[in-house]
């Protein structure tokens, strides 16, 4: 079965560091990924996803990822964080074919002043 | 509605009680998937239904839980005798079509599930 490691279960950083959230995966044939956030009392929303081509993803609000097969990592990462990047990220798989999104357990950012 | 609308957002229920969970995907998404958050957990799977029917029921813990979409829109999570275990936030998600064609799933707020 696939599983998701997020290696970090809280990551505080200062406004305007650079921040890198980890994500590692068990290796399948075929993975899709993906890096939700979840901003306090609101719902998942979607932050990049892998589904093939350019190793380097970019998303919303200045994040980008990198897909390493080798290494079975999905790395997030933002060169300058924000206040308002305060939340909970998670990483997330999808065996190709399957409708089922395997998550991590979380990384909550705490972005302070 | 504009997004995934789940209710109520927040339900308590004493053990052994039976409850029903709503959600109300986005009109006109085809696709419709139910997860449950425990605490310090991520989303884990429990159905998934294409239209009417359920195409993927693999995650649904026992037969104590069952899900419908009788009409291929609201969809009800049932849980019977409901346990302490249960409590957690159940998230509802619906996408135009199947994931797997590359459209993407958006989830609702999430009904927060208290068993006391």
């Given amino acids: ?113 | 509605g504009a997004g995934v609308s789940q209710t109520p957002s927040n339900k308590v229920t004493e053990k052994g009680k039976y409850v029903e969970l709503r959600c109300d995907p986005i009109s006109g998404h085809t696709a419709l998937y139910w997860y449950r958050q425990s605490l310090g957990q991520g989303p884990e799977f429990l159905i998934y239904f294409q239209g009417t029917g359920a195409a993927d029921d693999s995650g649904l813990p026992n037969d104590r839980f069952f899900a419908v979409r009788p009409e291929g829109s609201v969809s009800t999570l049932k849980i019977q005798r409901t346990e302490r275990g249960d409590s957690a936030v159940y998230l509802c998600a619906s996408s135009l079509t199947r994931t797997s064609m590359n459209t993407e799933a958006f989830f609702g707020q999430g009904t927060r599930l208290t068993v006391v």
């Fill in chain 1, 1 to 113: 079965a696939q599983s998701v490691t997020q290696l970090d279960s809280q990551v505080p950083v200062f406004e305007e560091a650079p921040v890198e959230l980890r994500c590692n995966y068990s290796s399948s044939v075929s993975v899709y990924l993906f890096w939700y956030v979840q901003y306090p009392n609101q719902g998942l929303q979607l932050l990049l996803k892998y589904l093939s081509g350019s190793t380097l993803v970019k998303g919303i609000n200045g994040f980008e990822a990198e897909f390493n097969k080798s290494q079975t990592s999905f790395h997030l990462r933002k060169p300058s964080v924000h206040i308002s990047d305060t939340a909970e990220y998670f990483c997330a798989v999808r065996k190709g074919g399957s409708e089922k999104l395997v998550f991590g357990k979380g990384t909550k950012l705490t972005v302070n002043p």
